[in-house]
């Protein structure tokens, strides 16, 4: 055994390795994405990964794994499952016969998301078993376990970790790598795996049937669990456990619940020994709602009478605070800090050389008073440049141009959308428009890698998941199928040309699509490809301001309001050509 | 409340090496056959972004710091050790890069600039150990290892010992880099002894 110090998602990674698991698939997204990006970097493998083109297609993929009897693993982020949402449903009547675990990881606070759903509520309403881990060596163990777990009850197994347990680190005792010997071999049962509505009627009939059993193991098996040590009983999942574990006073008693479905007779059975409930949890009021059914005539305190809040994530002192208000405890042991007030914001922003920047600015440029939606990536970051009007989930930056289009709203609409997110979920909008006849314009901004996530490799890439050359996809191709007939590639560093171009798309009728190409300045230092820095010649510098709008973090004002290049130029040369001084220059060298 | 561990907080800016930070404690934490819990900044928000680090030292529950009960600040920049400054518990210490990179947020929003004379009167409320990290990390033969330099500065006043630590930064950096990341530390260690 070997203790190491680890991200979750790290140790996430080493369960499934101890497991072990053969097949694994997933859509990047914050915070799961280091689980598939730990496992395709390991120099032996025994299992299949791939990084799939979205969730559906990740989730689908794993289910048909799990149908030929091997163990699969399939990751996303919560909002992914929305996207997964239509064969998790079904795969519960399915079942699976090799282990099947879907890591749905949740984001209270949304630190990184675009919402704060919460994925036990999907798991109740597929009826599917879900675990939620409170510590990163419980996320390691649960995980470890879920794939036989997944096999004894023949449904598919939720695991829902959140960002604190994904982007924690602490340390964790490992097992043993092994390398799996099992052979995929699908057996064919229509009555099990073609769901038309003969063999669905009775499949659901047999789900019910199951859930009482299900709810049974996960109580033996010790997943949730009620230690009595007085008459006020607090009840705590996932992080929220452990905050309340560090500052629970000795006389008061803590169920932890680690599984769902929850068994109702058990709970009532636990719950009744007390005099008063608290129920903390994020997000949703899941464990909440049942505790109240079973609770009778007992307080229940929790999210129904503003005790917790339903939204963003606890704290220590959120919690103390919470367990203060129940007199559970006398006083809150952390002090009120303020933060010090006034301080210029530093909110992440694109990177010095970043090709959105530049395919923005030609954008605000040359379609001023357009409407301009656009979609999930860093070019979210956008929004401080004034030129992201709307973003809603993946792919939605099209399907939301057309919409606007076809309302009869006058302005122009422009959407941008990346690479990744196009091939995720942007290709049916896309062929909705053109279908439909709307007047817009897409730009695709296209860097070849999944970049906000941490550089995943994508079909426009040229790489699998393991490194693996594959043929990249054709946007080009994508859109004149589609039905597009004005595609131009263009290239965002050159400016000029760029504008050009969006002037011609301005002029015409239709869907036009600008693909603005330019590797992520990021992808491209780690491929070493160099270019030269710039710099401002004071002298000819106007002082006009030009180049600081354009918001490059390489760009400083200096006390005489002139600029100046700092060390994080990466060489685009784009202020360059903005510069209508002509003071801006390629950095001699020395 | 008795607190049971040591908390140290790591901040400054997306792209400065706070996770590397991060990992160096954690290691030393397991040659010491210490409990650690950390918590600390993934995915958009690394973009340039303000970055947190937290590190609980013999912590065995949740992973983050509690505003006001820091036993120490270790700041990457300077306008970053002001930001996160009400984490530090009373009698605690500061120790930061005296290097303030100015966040794009002022030139694009003409915010006022903040003057680093202010900023080093208000973290003097606390006590303050300030040192120009690039300068001793230049010096020591690697721009790029001011977080090294950082941690070195820091190590006296935490409760760890000096060669877990060192043991720690070898473990944890590149092989290639471990001469001169060793060189930052011990160039940190050198001038923490001295900074007031």
Redesign the interface.
Known sequence: ME???LLGNEAIAHGCLESPVDFVTGYPG??S??VIDVLRSQKERSYYIEWSVNEKVALENALAAAWCGIRALCTMKHVGLNVAADPLMTSAYTGVTGGLVIMSADDPFA??SQNEQDSRCYAHFAKLPCLDPS?IQEAHDMVRDAFPLSEELGLPVIFRPTT?IC?????VRLGNIISSARKAEFKKDPRQYVVIPAHTRILHKKLNEKQSAVKKRLVELGYNTCSVRGKKLIVASG?AA??V???LPDTVSVMKIGAYPIDESWLKEAVRKHESVLVIEELAPEIEEQVRQVAGNMPVHGKKDGYVPYEGEL???VVAGIMVKAGVLKKN????????PN?????????AGCLHRAMFYAIKRVYKDAIYPSDIG?Y??GL?LGVVDTTICMGASITVASGIAKSGEPHDVICTIGDSTFLHTGIPGLMNAVYNGADMTVVILDNRITA???HQPNPNTGLTACGLESIPVSLEAICRACGVTFVETVDPYDITGTMEILKQAKSRKGVKVIIAKQLCVITARRAGIKRGRYMVDPDTCTACGTC??F???A???TAEEKAVINDLCSGCGVCARLCPAGAIVREVKR | ?KKAGFDILIVG??GQGTILA??IL??A??IEK?????????????????VESHIRID??????I????ADLLISFDL??A??Y???L?QDGTIVTNSHLV????????N????REDAIIG?LKKHRLCLLDAEQIARDAGNPLSVNVVMLGAASRLMPLKPESLLEAVRRSVPKKTIDVNVKAFEAGQAAGNTCT
Request: net charge positive; hydrophobic share 25%.
């Open positions: 203790q190491r110090y914050t915070p994405s280091e630190h990184s510590t604190r982007h924690s680190k602490g340390d992080i452990s905050y574990q560090e500052i704290s220590l002192p042991p952390y002090p009120d800090a303020v933060p010090v301080l210029p914001v530093r909110p992440p922003i694109l990177c860093c979210t970051l401080q906000m996530t941490g600081i709008k918001g490059c973090p760009i400083e004002r | 409340m800016i997306g991060s990992n954690g290691e934490c397991l210490r409990h650690v819990q950390g918590a600390e900044t993934h995915g958009m928000a690394q973009r340039g972004g303000s912590g065995k529950y949740g992973p983050l509690a505003q006001g009960t306008l970053e002001l930001r400054s009400h984490y518990k100015l966040p794009t947020s002022v030139f694009m929003q915010l006022e600039a903040p208000s």
